[in-house]
């Protein structure tokens, strides 16, 4: 964590703090949250509580976000990417991110409670703890699996979304979990094999910089050809039909490919460019997933 003194006085505008929600991220939640919601049993009930429980899952989500960049200040300083974000620019003071994140992840929690029911509270309250404690303070530093345990986080929004409007968890919401779960570390390991020097300057233990290239692709390869199938699986429960099934299988056969083809790309140039294809593409992949899963229910095609 940067152990830098703090500024004064924070020069931030209203921008820089929309940018520490990471809205991005925050908008890859609300909607995997919102599939989740949508692919629940039976109709949403109340349409305004439907909506304020998935504002909260979004603030829920900012939080994190805005948390994670109070304490990896000191490694955002020095990668590339990175480095312009609000804190290590200088434009918000880390104590007042903090708070900011703080009074959010608070704020959120309460609204879902009221605007929904006490486990999906517990789910979120869950997430942005695993996230910016778990997560950020712990995995992302001491493993190279910090990805791939990390990845609960990102993959519970639906879950917590299905808990918001029917006050369960069941297993067809854990799916929706499973295929974001083994979705992120071939998503992230790609981007960290063309980003790996980074990564090493930052000192975190991606795993290109701890395990190499070769076993990171293989890697890549294993979590894809477990994802693809996985992804296919909700057409045998009551939550997706025929129409996602065939765009699942279709995209998974591409993800799968494009991981091959990082597997066996020669070294330098090669392999950068097949892991920017795969990094783009898995953005594609899932986002395709879920708005198939999101327009079979909306037209009616499921099940």
Same mark, same amino acid.
């Given at each position: 964590m940067n152990t830098a003194e703090p500024r004064l006085m924070s020069t931030g505008g209203t921008m820089d703090y929309v940018a520490l929600l990471k809205p991005r991220v925050m908008s890859l939640v609300i909607f995997t949250a919102l599939v989740g919601m949508v692919a629940a049993p039976g109709p949403v009930g109340n349409?305004? =509580?439907a909506a304020f429980s998935l504002l909260a899952i979004a603030v829920g989500a900012g939080a !994190?976000?805005? @948390?994670?960049?109070?304490?990896d200040a $000191?490694? $955002?300083a020095v990668m590339s990417r990175t480095k312009a974000r609000p804190i290590p620019s200088g434009r918000v003071d880390r104590p007042e991110a903090f708070a900011f994140g703080l009074f959010l992840s608070v704020l959120s929690v309460i609204v879902l409670a009221l605007a929904a029911n006490y486990l999906a509270a517990a789910l979120l309250a869950f997430t942005i703890f695993f996230y910016a404690v778990i997560y950020s303070m712990f995995l992302k530093r001491l493993t190279p699996q910090n990805i791939v345990i990390g990845g609960a986080a990102g993959a519970l929004p639906p879950v917590v979304a299905w808990a918001a409007v029917t006050g369960t968890a069941p297993i067809e919401a854990w799916l929706l979990f499973a295929i974001i779960f083994f979705w992120t570390p071939p998503h992230f390991w790609a981007l960290?094999?063309?980003? !790996?020097? $980074?990564y090493e300057a930052a000192g975190i233990p991606m795993m290109p910089n701890v395990k190499g290239e070769a076993r990171t692709r293989?890697?890549? =390869?294993?979590? &894809? =050809?477990?994802? &693809? /199938? @996985? &992804?296919?699986? /909700?057409?045998?429960? /009551?939550?997706?039909? =025929?129409l996602y099934g065939v765009i699942a299988a279709v995209f998974g056969m591409f993800f799968v490919g494009l991981s091959f083809r990082l597997y066996r790309a020669g070294p330098g140039a090669e392999m950068d460019k097949a892991a920017k294809s795969l990094f783009g593409f898995s953005i594609l992949y899932l986002f395709t997933l879920f708005a198939a899963l999101l327009a079979e229910h909306w037209l009616g095609f499921h099940g």
């Amino acid at each position: 964590m940067n152990t830098a003194e703090p500024r004064l006085m924070s020069t931030g505008g209203t921008m820089d703090y929309v940018a520490l929600l990471k809205p991005r991220v925050m908008s890859l939640v609300i909607f995997t949250a919102l599939v989740g919601m949508v692919a629940a049993p039976g109709p949403v009930g109340n349409i305004w =509580l439907a909506a304020f429980s998935l504002l909260a899952i979004a603030v829920g989500a900012g939080a !994190s976000g805005a @948390l994670n960049m109070w304490w990896d200040a $000191d490694i $955002d300083a020095v990668m590339s990417r990175t480095k312009a974000r609000p804190i290590p620019s200088g434009r918000v003071d880390r104590p007042e991110a903090f708070a900011f994140g703080l009074f959010l992840s608070v704020l959120s929690v309460i609204v879902l409670a009221l605007a929904a029911n006490y486990l999906a509270a517990a789910l979120l309250a869950f997430t942005i703890f695993f996230y910016a404690v778990i997560y950020s303070m712990f995995l992302k530093r001491l493993t190279p699996q910090n990805i791939v345990i990390g990845g609960a986080a990102g993959a519970l929004p639906p879950v917590v979304a299905w808990a918001a409007v029917t006050g369960t968890a069941p297993i067809e919401a854990w799916l929706l979990f499973a295929i974001i779960f083994f979705w992120t570390p071939p998503h992230f390991w790609a981007l960290a094999l063309f980003k !790996s020097a $980074d990564y090493e300057a930052a000192g975190i233990p991606m795993m290109p910089n701890v395990k190499g290239e070769a076993r990171t692709r293989t890697e890549i =390869l294993i979590y &894809a =050809l477990i994802v &693809a /199938p @996985l &992804a296919v699986t /909700p057409v045998f429960f /009551p939550v997706a039909g =025929l129409l996602y099934g065939v765009i699942a299988a279709v995209f998974g056969m591409f993800f799968v490919g494009l991981s091959f083809r990082l597997y066996r790309a020669g070294p330098g140039a090669e392999m950068d460019k097949a892991a920017k294809s795969l990094f783009g593409f898995s953005i594609l992949y899932l986002f395709t997933l879920f708005a198939a899963l999101l327009a079979e229910h909306w037209l009616g095609f499921h099940g």
